[in-house]
């Protein structure tokens, strides 16, 4: 069974960091793209960020460009987030899952995701 899971979020003044973390299980994702995506209340699950397979490639929504870094380890199953330089509209929950192109909101074995919550 496919599992998702986020861990790493918290509370956090604007301007400090926080590292996510995605577990995966039960099936490889080695040579699948993995995405980041984030929803916060009221709004719609939005990309955050997605990485190839083997990490080379990695591509950033504009409003996290330049402060956030999406890394993994195919060796660990793992997905990470390194969230800097933190804004009050960065809170949301994180999630994250396969990147499957323009296609991505049709993943449906979502994890339960982890809450960031930013103070001004």
């Known amino acids: 069974q496919v599992q998702l899971t986020e861990s790493g979020g918290g509370l956090v003044q604007a301007g400090g960091s926080l590292r996510l973390s995605c577990a995966t299980s039960?099936?490889?994702?080695?040579?699948?793209?993995m995405g980041w995506f984030r929803q916060a209340p009221g709004k719609e699950r939005e990309f955050v960020a997605r990485i190839n397979w083997s990490g080379g490639i990695t591509s950033y929504a504009d409003s996290v460009k330049g402060r956030f870094t999406i890394s993994r380890d195919n060796a660990k199953n793992t997905v990470d987030l390194q969230m800097n330089s933190l804004k009050p509209e960065d809170t949301a929950v994180y999630y994250c899952a396969p990147y499957l192109g323009a296609a991505w909101r049709t993943w449906n074995h979502w994890g339960q995701g982890t809450q960031v919550t930013v103070s001004s």
């Open positions: 039960g099936r490889s994702f080695s040579s699948t793209a």
